[in-house]
């Protein structure tokens, strides 16, 4: 039998559409960086409400057309309808996306409010599978690829690990592809959620999710959007770094420590969440120096794009 080399790790971003022309403006500069250490994706989030989904799906639109970067839609299903899902799926796949990462969304805040007819995120999987299986059939567009979302450290909602778990293993019976991780600060979550996952009969790859944080509040805040608890000994270095630039070597070193032991169990790649960021992201990739490609990275990209 002929041996075939493992692929190298996969390098992927996730990004976040503008929210005025000064942010648009970093953000081209951002997205030229990260071009650079060619990339296999990047992902761009995505919110219900009809002013930021519009700017979502002028992002993607970007993305496809002025640049040589292969976005990942984020998608979500709280709160919409069927038909509205569908239109979007319908949409990407029309544009020439070939991924969507398919989530449900935070809970809305008023415990009253409608949901919508997809409660969790498996049904999304399970519509977006109806509507390729119908549409991109049609136009000969092929398979999409389907991600969804795990959890390394327990969902704020969720009952037990275990149980996300099992979340997980029903969204990869709804047709997911792979998962890509929240963030989280102690190597082992990562270890101890693919392991539990395996045990329970997941399959697809989970790639570790991970942020290089460079100042206290945003750590912070990371922890308040996500539930997850951040590192005391991250958060005191952060807090008594003496200025910017050791703040952002500190986090870059916490995340690529992170990334390094999980790439050592096997993960089949990392995601850098970079809040629309190149330069913790760069330094992370020089950092790492992941087999294979991203030469570029390698060879002073930091000088050459001015990161
Ligand atoms: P689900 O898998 O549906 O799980 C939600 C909760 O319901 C969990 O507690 C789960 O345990 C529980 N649950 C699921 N199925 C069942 C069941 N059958 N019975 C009982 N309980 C169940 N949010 C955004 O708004 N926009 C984004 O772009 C975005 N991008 C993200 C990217 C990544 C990589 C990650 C990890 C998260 C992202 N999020 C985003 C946040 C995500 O939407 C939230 O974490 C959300 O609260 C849960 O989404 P989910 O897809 O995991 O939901």
Do not use: W
Not at 17 to 30: D, F, G, I, T
Not at 187 to 194: F, G, I, S
Not at 233 to 254: N, P
């Amino acid at each position: 039998m002929p041996h075939y080399p493992a692929p190298p790790p996969s390098l992927s971003y996730e990004l976040f559409p503008p929210a005025s022309a000064a942010a648009a403006e970093r953000l081209e500069v951002s997205l030229e960086a990260l071009a650079h250490t060619e990339p296999d994706y990047v992902s761009v989030t995505y919110s219900g409400t009809p002013h930021r989904r519009r700017a979502t799906l002028d992002l993607v639109d970007h993305l496809v057309r002025d640049t040589r970067l292969r976005p990942l839609a984020h998608l979500t299903c709280v709160g919409e309808s069927a038909e509205s899902l569908a239109g979007l799926v319908r949409h990407f796949i029309g544009l020439g996306v070939r991924g969507v990462l398919a989530m449900r969304g935070d809970l809305p805040e008023d415990p009253a409010a409608d949901v919508g007819e997809y409660p969790f995120a498996r049904y999304l999987v399970e519509l977006i599978r109806e509507v390729e299986g119908q549409y991109s059939a049609a136009l000969g567009a092929g398979r999409l690829s389907v991600g969804v979302a795990a959890y390394p450290v327990r969902h704020p909602e969720s009952p037990s690990f275990q149980h996300d778990v099992e979340v997980l293993v029903g969204k990869q019976r709804s047709g997911a592809d792979y998962a890509i991780t929240q963030v989280y600060f102690r190597p082992e979550d990562y270890t101890q959620l693919v392991d539990a996952a395996r045990r329970a009969g997941v399959t697809i790859p989970i790639i570790p999710g991970v942020l290089p944080v460079d100042s206290p509040d945003r750590l912070a805040r990371l922890a308040k959007l996500t539930g997850v608890e951040p590192d005391p000994l991250l958060g005191h270095a952060l807090e008594t770094a003496s200025d910017e630039a050791e703040r952002r070597r500190i986090g870059v070193e916490f995340a690529a420590s992170l990334v390094r032991r999980a790439l050592g169990d096997g993960a089949p790649g990392v995601h850098v969440y970079t809040f629309n960021r190149h330069e913790g992201a760069i330094d992370l990739v020089e950092r790492l120096d992941l087999p294979g490609q991203r030469t570029d990275a390698r060879h002073g990209l930091a000088a050459r794009v001015g990161a």
